[in-house]
Nanobody, 121 residues
């Protein structure tokens, strides 16, 4: 069973950038579709990304298109979430997880403890 650990969150000013990391252990990283979701206080979980290992396709949610990108370093069992042009509404706890498409939304399993991102205005 894969275990995932997120890191890289912090406090950043609006317009700034952060790069989050998701390190996998316990199983072969390349076997899983890995993606990110976030959850802000009092709000529902928001799916953000999912990278397919089968065809390399990437899902990016509309609110982050053009600002966030994901990449993987399979040698390091790590997926990265590069976040640019951050906005205060991006403030949330960010989680990576094993992602899958469930009808019309992405679901996640095996997420880690999350990493908090705070974007100040």
């Amino acid at each position: 069973e894969v275990q995932l650990v997120e890191s890289g969150g912090g406090l950043v000013q609006a317009g700034g950038s952060l790069k989050l990391s998701c390190v996998a252990s316990g199983s072969t990283f390349g076997l899983y579709d890995i993606g990110w979701f976030r959850q802000a206080p009092g709000k529902f979980r928001e799916p953000l990304t999912c990278l397919s290992t089968s065809d390399g396709s990437t899902y990016l949610a509309d609110p982050v298109k053009g600002r966030f990108t994901i990449s993987s370093d399979y040698a390091k069992n790590t997926q990265y979430l590069q976040m640019n042009s951050l906005k205060p509404e991006d403030s949330a706890v960010y989680y990576c997880g094993v992602c899958r498409l469930d009808i019309d939304t992405y679901e996640y399993d095996h997420w880690g403890q999350g990493t908090r991102v705070i974007v100040s205005s």
